[in-house]
């Protein structure tokens, strides 16, 4: 289908695929057992990601359990994203970037403007720019969502290391061209995201990058999962969210 | 960012409002721009789970995020400004006498019990439950879906370079205390967190006081 497809996933396997352009936003249904891969056309990319239960919307992934049922403030191949009700989201099978930010937020209106300058709809038509945090209250008031439902989110492909002395500092060349990230869904999940620069990226221009999704049906955590039993914290979390498919 | 500690100038008994929170209570008050609010770890290492709303609006609230990233630090201490979702500054810290304050750790619950103990730490009270009732209770329509990621008033959670993040023993002390200005009119909700399975208060969740003051 496409250059993205590597020698680990068959074509034949592939429910959907779709290039997100730079600077867009998107949203859709993750199920149960299915697996997305995002995929970094460019180096540089960010995608600014949340996730909420498609059923009840009101269970969403929060940063806090995530990071502390896991010990780490980074996420990568082995880890999971938790719900803020004990419960795994996606678990990240696969990671060829080794880095994804999970406590810097999103860009805003005037963040784009002070950094990259005015581009509006009436002059620039779909090259105007924009801002991660207006592009997912776009996405997620099309589920009756708002900004009360936008909750600390991550930032795939990007790396933002924290000093010994706490201060925060963006880290170039995160990703290559052709990265991705495997998120296994373990529960029915509305995916929302954006592809606008990371609010770090100290670059002055603006030049979000695209990526690439690809969805396949990858079945459920076995046993033996690396996820499942990379701490007793996601064991745990797997029993939680078993329990709610039992 | 220093973490020097400062202290405050402002008397306790010139405050114009007192409470003291014991442990596993909520606690939820408007805060009027100007006015000065203190949280004073009574007993020491006690952890005070806040969030904040603009009491003109609670759409508008605290963001961890955004004021960890516009001050380019992840700890929040004296001149720390604690911003909203909307950019703006809600209050400001201005005295200090713990050090670093935690805002990426968030809250516990019943289910994270379960994740980070064990699955029969599931009805162990929690700041989440003090969260929830005490928004029920104030009865203006916020609910679940207003509690994001909130500030630890005298916690220690350090992040490494490497990405590790631990909690740490506390750093605060019988009698430390963080002052903030209100730089909009907000309401502050707090938990005094009921937390028993964590050595990070000692096992000994204890009361902490509530002091505001007016404009001075």
Known sequence: MSETLTDTLDPEQVLWEERVPGGAHWSGVLRRGNTLRVTAVE???????????????????????????????????????????????CSITEDTCGWHDTISGVSNASMVRRKYGEARYQEQHDDY??????????????????????????NLFSKVIVDDAGNLCFKENNSSAGDYIDLRFEMNALVVLSTCQHPLDPGDTYDPKDIILSAWHSGTAAGDDACRNACPENQRAFINTERMFA | MS???????LLAENAAFREVVPAGEPFMKVISKDQVVRILDLEGNQAVDTLFYSAADSEERYDANTTIREQGNIYLTTGTVLRSNEGNPMLSIIADTCGRHDTLG????????????????????????????????????????????????????????EGGLTFEDGISEAGRYVEMRAEMDVIILISNCPQLNNPCNAYNPTPVEVLVWDPQ
């Open chain 1, 129 to 154: 720019y924009k801002n991660g945090y207006d592009s997912l209250l776009n996405e997620v008031g099309k589920y009756g969502l708002g900004k009360r439902d936008l909750v600390s989110n991550l």
């Open chain 1, 43 to 89: 180096g540089g990319a960010n995608v600014s990601m949340l996730f909420y239960n498609y059923e009840e919307k009101l269970e969403r992934y929060n940063m806090a359990d995530t990071l502390k049922g896991q010990h780490t403030a980074v996420l990568t191949r082995g880890h999971v994203c938790y719900s803020d009700m004990g419960r795994v989201m």
């Open chain 2, 3 to 9: 973490t020097d500690l400062s202290e405050s100038r």
């Open chain 2, 106 to 161: 968030g809250a516990c619950s019943a289910e994270s019990n379960t994740v980070r103990y064990a699955l029969e730490k599931h009805h162990m009270h929690s700041c989440r439950d003090s969260f929830l009732l005490a928004l029920a209770k104030w009865d203006n329509g916020l609910d679940k879906r207003d509690l994001s990621s909130n500030i630890n008033f005298f916690m220690n959670v350090p992040v490494t370079p």
